[in-house]
């Protein structure tokens, strides 16, 4: 009887997996680094100061526009849907806000959105300037 040679099978790396992984990672980190791009808000003029220091960025901006408008992520909101809005955001004490306001906005509109913002809770607000 001969004695047969057994065939031993090489080692492969399967690469076809591999590459599903990685092309999974590569959409995973597109959407993660989206949602961290920040609300641009609208073109304002903003009152200028010269203390003026950058802050991190916060959850959400609030644009005050030159007629009064209130708007949050590109929706018009009135007073009361901004507090529920804010209120809705779930760690509320946490929640970081920066107020925009046209510089011709008058102060007391101004006043009411920070208002606001206290009333559904939110302690951190900051306001947008334009450094000189």
């Not at 989206?34 to 901006?61: N, R």
């Amino acid at each position: 009887m001969i004695p047969r040679r057994r065939n031993s099978k090489k080692g492969r790396v399967e690469i076809i997996p591999m590459i599903d992984v990685m092309l999974f990672l590569l959409v995973f980190f597109i959407m993660i680094t989206l949602q961290m791009i920040t609300d641009k808000g609208l073109k304002l003029q903003l009152p200028t100061s010269s203390t003026a220091k950058e802050l991190p960025h916060p959850h959400f901006v609030i644009n005050i526009e030159k007629s009064g408008k209130v708007i949050v992520k590109g929706k018009e909101m009135s007073l009361d849907q901004l507090q529920s809005f804010l209120s809705a955001d779930g760690d509320v004490e946490h929640t970081q806000v920066t107020i925009a306001a046209d510089k011709v906005v008058p102060f007391q509109q101004f006043v009411h959105v920070m208002d606001t913002c206290q009333k559904a809770g939110v302690t951190q607000i900051g306001i947008a300037t334009k450094a000189t």
